[in-house]
C-alpha cells in the first residue's frame, strides 16, 4: 500500500502575503485616521472565547466610520483607524477570530497588518460591565481560500476573492484604466509566488517549480 501520489501537492494559506490595491473599487472610508503609530502598544494577545451573548444593538458597538476599511498603497508606515465612538470611555476592546491587529485599550486597529479581504466580529466591553456591546467590520481587498490542490487532479490556479465575500465577482477581470495591482512590492515574487499583477491569480504549477517549501517533488512513501 502506498500513499501521495507523485503528483506535488500544494497547501495555500495566502492572507496577508499578496499585496494588492484595486482603485476601481477601493475607496477609503471616512474615519479618523492617523499614519503614525500613537498609544497602541497594549494588544490584547491571550485568547478570549467569543461570548455566548453579544449585545449587536449597544451605544457602545465600536464604530470606525465605515463597514469597509482598506490599506492604502504607498502609504508611509502603518495605516491605524481608530473608533469615532467610546473616546475617553474606559473598557476593553476585542475582536474574532484571528488575524486582527487591534489594540485592546484603544480600539485602533492597525489595517496595514490586520489579515485582508476578511469579516470581524469586534466589541467594548465597558469597564464595570459585563455587557459585551458588537459591531462587524470587513478589512477589505482580496484573500484566498485556505486549501489543499493536487495538481493532477485539480485547477491549477488560486483565486482570489474580495471583501470577505467568495461569491462576489472578480472585479479585476474587467477593469480599465489603472485597474488593479497586486502584489506591488514584490513580496510575494520574492518568495517564488507566480502571480498575475492585474488579476491576482495564483499559477501553482509555475510556483511549484521554484520549490516554495524548499523542495522540488514529493515521492512515494510506504505505510
Same mark, same amino acid.
Given at each position: 500500500?502506498?500513499?501521495?501520489?507523485?503528483a506535488?501537492?500544494?497547501?495555500v494559506?495566502?492572507?496577508?502575503?499578496?499585496?494588492?490595491? $484595486?482603485?476601481?473599487?477601493i475607496?477609503?472610508a471616512?474615519t479618523?485616521?492617523t499614519?503614525?503609530?500613537?498609544?497602541?502598544t497594549?494588544?490584547?494577545?491571550?485568547?478570549?472565547?467569543y461570548?455566548a451573548?453579544?449585545?449587536?444593538? $449597544?451605544?457602545?458597538?465600536?464604530?470606525?466610520?465605515?463597514?469597509v476599511?482598506?490599506?492604502?498603497p504607498?502609504?508611509v508606515?502603518?495605516l491605524?483607524?481608530y473608533?469615532?465612538?467610546?473616546?475617553?470611555?474606559?473598557?476593553?476592546?476585542?475582536?474574532?477570530p484571528?488575524?486582527?491587529?487591534?489594540?485592546?485599550?484603544?480600539?485602533?486597529?492597525?489595517?496595514?497588518?490586520?489579515?485582508?479581504?476578511q469579516?470581524?466580529?469586534?466589541?467594548f466591553?465597558?469597564e464595570?460591565?459585563a455587557?459585551? $456591546?458588537?459591531?462587524?467590520?470587513?478589512?477589505?481587498?482580496?484573500?484566498?481560500?485556505?486549501s489543499?490542490?493536487?495538481?493532477?487532479?485539480s485547477s491549477?490556479t488560486?483565486?482570489p476573492y474580495f471583501?470577505?465575500?467568495p461569491?462576489?465577482?472578480n472585479?479585476c477581470?474587467?477593469?480599465?484604466?489603472?485597474? $488593479?495591482?497586486?502584489?506591488?512590492?514584490?513580496?510575494?515574487k520574492?518568495?517564488?509566488?507566480?502571480?498575475?499583477?492585474?488579476?491576482?491569480?495564483?499559477d501553482?504549477?509555475?510556483?511549484?517549480?521554484?520549490?516554495?517549501?524548499g523542495?522540488?517533488?514529493?515521492t512515494?512513501?510506504?505505510?
Amino acid at each position: 500500500m502506498k500513499r501521495i501520489a507523485n503528483a506535488p501537492v500544494l497547501i495555500v494559506s495566502i492572507v496577508v502575503l499578496i499585496n494588492f490595491s $484595486c482603485k476601481k473599487t477601493i475607496e477609503p472610508a471616512d474615519t479618523n485616521r492617523t499614519n503614525s503609530q500613537g498609544d497602541t502598544t497594549a494588544v490584547l494577545t491571550s485568547a478570549v472565547p467569543y461570548p455566548a451573548k453579544p449585545s449587536l444593538d $449597544c451605544n457602545y458597538a465600536p464604530n470606525y466610520g465605515d463597514s469597509v476599511l482598506f490599506s492604502q498603497p504607498g502609504t508611509v508606515g502603518d495605516l491605524y483607524v481608530y473608533p469615532v465612538n467610546n473616546k475617553g470611555i474606559k473598557g476593553t476592546y476585542l475582536s474574532w477570530p484571528v488575524g486582527l491587529d487591534l489594540d485592546a485599550q484603544t480600539g485602533a486597529i492597525d489595517v496595514t497588518r490586520s489579515e485582508s479581504g476578511q469579516r470581524f466580529s469586534i466589541a467594548f466591553v465597558l469597564e464595570g460591565s459585563a455587557d459585551t $456591546c458588537m459591531s462587524n467590520l470587513i478589512v477589505g481587498s482580496a484573500a484566498y481560500m485556505d486549501s489543499i490542490y493536487q495538481l493532477s487532479q485539480s485547477s491549477k490556479t488560486a483565486v482570489p476573492y474580495f471583501n470577505a465575500n467568495p461569491n462576489a465577482p472578480n472585479p479585476c477581470l474587467d477593469n480599465s484604466g489603472s485597474g $488593479c495591482r497586486f502584489d506591488y512590492n514584490d513580496f510575494a515574487k520574492r518568495q517564488g509566488i507566480e502571480i498575475d499583477n492585474k488579476t491576482g491569480y495564483i499559477d501553482l504549477a509555475r510556483t511549484m517549480k521554484h520549490s516554495p517549501f524548499g523542495f522540488s517533488r514529493l515521492t512515494e512513501q510506504p505505510c
